[in-house]
C-alpha cells in the first residue's frame, strides 16, 4: 500500500512534525483489545487541489491510541471518490505503523447527509401539518353538513310558530344565527383550503429540491478502513486524501484595454457535483490533467492498398438524400480567412479587487494557490475564485480581409509576461468603460504571444474592387488562361498615424493540370504563403491614402469546368 509520498507500509513517524489544521477533529482515545477496535473517525476536509476534470480531497482527523492494533474507519465519503487513489498517512506523537488500507460501499436506510436530513424533517412537519388541516376540513364539513340538516326543518319552525310556541323574534333570530354560522364555517373552509394549497406547493417545491440532493447524494457512501499498530501511545493525525470526478475548473477572463495597457483579470470557474460540500478549505487550481492510466502511445501497423470500387450511381444520390440539410457545401480551398472578429455578448463581470493566487511549478503543470479559503457547494452550483491580475502592454494594430468583409479591425498583439499560463477559455472584453463583447482566449504560456480583436475602427476605410478581367484564348490550343485585377483602396480618417495588415488571397488549385499565378503587384506582399495568402503591412499617416493593386491568372485545360473561380 503506497501513500501519496511513495512510503510503503511504514511508522507514522512519533518524531514527525505535527501538521495540518490545529482544530482538526479529535475522535478520543481508543484502547486495543483481543479484536482491533473499529471506531469511525471524525475528519473535517482541509484542502482540495482541483483539476481541469476531477479534484484531489485531503481530510484530516485526530485520535489518541494506546499501544496495540486497531482498525480505524473513516465514513460517508462520496460516490464520486475513485477507490483506487484513496491514500492515508499520519503523523503525532503516538509511534504507530500502517498496515493496511481498503475501501469499501456501505449503504443507509436514510441519506447519510445533514442538509438532506433536515429537508426530510421540514417535509415530514409540512405533511404533519397538512394532515391536521385536512382532520380540521372534515370536521368544518360535518358541520356545514349540520347545520344545512337543521336549517331544513323550517316546516317544524314554522308549526311553532302557528302554534304560539316561538315568537316571530325568537324565528327571525334562529334565522340570523344559521346564516352567520354558515358564513363563518364557509370562511373558515375557505381559509384552511388556501393553507392547504400553499403547504402543497412549498411540499412540492421542496420535494423537486430533495430530490436533487438525492440524485447527487443517494443512501451509498464510501468508506474507508486503515490499519495500524500503535507501538506506543499518543496523538494521531491521520491524513486521507483521494481523488474525486465530478469536480472541474474553468479559466474565465475579463481583459480592460485602457490606451497603453491591457488590464486582464483572471478568474476560475469552480463547480463539484460529488454530493459533498466543501466548506472552509485550502483550494489550488492545477493546470495538470491527471490519468490513472499513462500509457506510452504504440504505433499501429499503417497499412496501405488499392481503393475499393465506388458504390453504384443510384446508392451515392440516396447516400447524399440523407445527408444533414444544414451541411452546407464546403468552400473552395484556399479561400479561408483567419481573421478573429469579437462575438458580441451580454456584459456579466464585475470587477472588483482580489488578491492573486500564488503560483508554482509542479512537474510540467503550474499551481495556483487560492488566498484565503473557500466554500463549494457539493451540487454543481458553480462560483468564481480570482487566479490574479496583471497587466501587458501590448501593441495596437490593424487588419482587414476586405475580400470577406470591408472593415479594418483593431488589434492587440502582446506577450504574455505574467508567471500565469493562460488556459484556452471565455473573456469578455472592455475598453475604458464600453463593453465590447465575447472573444476566445487560446491556451498561452508565459512568454508566448498574445492576439485580442477589439473590433471594428470605423474611422479607417478599405475597399476592395475587381477592376479587370480578362480570358485569353490564344495562349496554347487546348489550353485557356483567365486572368483577374484588383484594386484594394485604405483611408486613415484619423488625426494618428495607422498601422494596417491587409490580407488578400490567390485560389489554390486541387489539380495538376491548373495554374495559378501572381502577374504583379504593387507594393510587393510582406508575406505570401503556401496556401496563396497575401499580406501587405502598410503604414498611413493621418488623413492619408494607399492603394494595393495586384493580378493573377489561372491556367487551366480549355474543356475543363472549374468550381470557385471569381466571376
Known sequence: MMNPRGRGLSDFGAGAQRGGPPDAPRSGSIKPT?????????TALDAVTLFPDRARVTRRGRLTLEPGQHRIDVTDLPLALLPESVRATGRGTARARLLGLRTEMRHYVETPVEAVRELEARIQALQDDDADLAARGEGLAKSIKALDALAAESAVFARGLVLRHRTPEDQGALYDFLAA???TLQSETLALARRRRDLAREINRLQRELAGLQSARPRQRWAARIEVEALSAGDLEIELTYLVHEARWTPLYDLRFTGEELEVTYLAEVAQGTGEDWPDVRLT?????PALDLVIPELDPWYVGPRPPSPPRGKMVAARSMAPQAMAAPAPAGFSLDLDVTAEGPPEMAFLEAPAA??????????YQIAGRADVPGNHDARKVTVGTFRLRPALDLVTAPRREPVCYRRLTGKNESPFTL???SAQLFE?????GATQIGHTAPGQELKLALGADERVRVERKLTARSVDKTFLADRRRIRWSYRIEVENLRDVAQTVLVRDQLPVARHEQIKVKLEAADPKPTKQTELNQLDWK????????QVVAFDFSVELPREMVVDGLPG
Open 34 to 42: 483481543t479484536e482491533p477496535t473499529m471506531p469511525d473517525l471524525t
Open 285 to 289: 487550481l492545477s493546470t495538470a490533467r
Open 181 to 183: 354560522r354558515e358564513q
Open 538 to 545: 502598410l503604414t498611413l499617416g493621418p488623413g492619408t491614402r
Open 423 to 425: 488556459l484556452p477559455g
Open 358 to 367: 500564488e503560483v508554482s511549478e509542479s512537474g510540467v503543470a503550474l499551481t
Open 432 to 436: 475604458g468603460d464600453e463593453y465590447l
